[in-house]
Protein backbone atom coordinates (compact mmCIF):
# COMPACT_ATOMS: atom_id res chain seq x y z
CA UNK A 1 0.00 0.00 0.00
CA UNK A 2 2.89 2.33 1.12
CA UNK A 3 4.74 1.42 -2.87
CA UNK A 4 1.93 2.80 -4.27
CA UNK A 5 1.15 5.35 -2.44
CA UNK A 6 5.10 6.61 -3.09
CA UNK A 7 4.57 5.91 -6.55
CA UNK A 8 1.83 7.49 -7.22
CA UNK A 9 3.17 10.89 -5.60
CA UNK A 10 6.18 10.61 -6.57
CA UNK A 11 6.26 12.46 -10.20
CA UNK A 12 4.00 15.35 -9.03
CA UNK A 13 6.29 16.08 -6.08
CA UNK A 14 9.31 15.82 -8.06
CA UNK A 15 7.05 18.46 -10.29
CA UNK A 16 7.25 20.65 -7.69
CA UNK A 17 10.15 19.96 -5.05
CA UNK A 18 12.33 19.35 -7.44
CA UNK A 19 15.59 17.94 -5.62
CA UNK A 20 13.81 18.22 -2.18
CA UNK A 21 11.72 15.19 -2.63
CA UNK A 22 15.02 13.14 -2.37
CA UNK A 23 15.66 15.02 0.90
CA UNK A 24 12.10 14.54 1.89
CA UNK A 25 12.00 11.11 1.63
CA UNK A 26 15.81 11.13 3.51
CA UNK A 27 13.80 13.00 6.20
CA UNK A 28 11.58 10.38 6.60
CA UNK A 29 13.77 7.51 6.57
CA UNK A 30 15.60 9.25 9.41
CA UNK A 31 12.27 9.31 11.87
CA UNK A 32 11.54 6.02 11.02
CA UNK A 33 15.69 4.82 12.15
CA UNK A 34 14.61 7.49 15.24
CA UNK A 35 11.10 5.60 16.09
CA UNK A 36 12.88 2.03 15.78
CA UNK A 37 16.11 3.15 17.97
CA UNK A 38 13.80 4.16 20.55
CA UNK A 39 10.81 2.41 20.68
CA UNK A 40 11.45 -1.02 19.56
CA UNK A 41 12.75 -2.98 22.59
CA UNK A 42 16.39 -4.91 21.81
CA UNK A 43 15.64 -8.59 22.10
CA UNK A 44 19.41 -9.70 20.86
CA UNK A 45 20.36 -12.16 23.17
CA UNK A 46 17.05 -13.22 24.64
CA UNK A 47 15.06 -16.53 24.07
CA UNK A 48 11.29 -16.23 23.15
CA UNK A 49 10.17 -17.45 26.55
CA UNK A 50 12.21 -14.57 28.37
CA UNK A 51 10.50 -11.85 25.49
CA UNK A 52 6.74 -13.44 26.40
CA UNK A 53 7.06 -13.01 29.93
CA UNK A 54 8.05 -9.42 29.57
CA UNK A 55 5.30 -8.85 26.91
CA UNK A 56 2.75 -10.55 29.29
CA UNK A 57 4.05 -8.82 31.98
CA UNK A 58 3.92 -5.41 30.56
CA UNK A 59 0.17 -5.61 29.16
CA UNK A 60 -1.36 -7.56 32.13
CA UNK A 61 -0.94 -4.17 34.06
CA UNK A 62 -2.54 -2.44 31.31
Not at 13 to 20: K, T
Not at 22 to 51: I, K, M, N, W, Y
Not at 55 to 61: I, L, N, Q, V
Request: cysteine-free.
Amino acid sequence: MTNAIVSLVFPSLVASLGFGTFLLFAFVGFLALLFVATSVPETRGRTLEDLEEQFEADYSTV
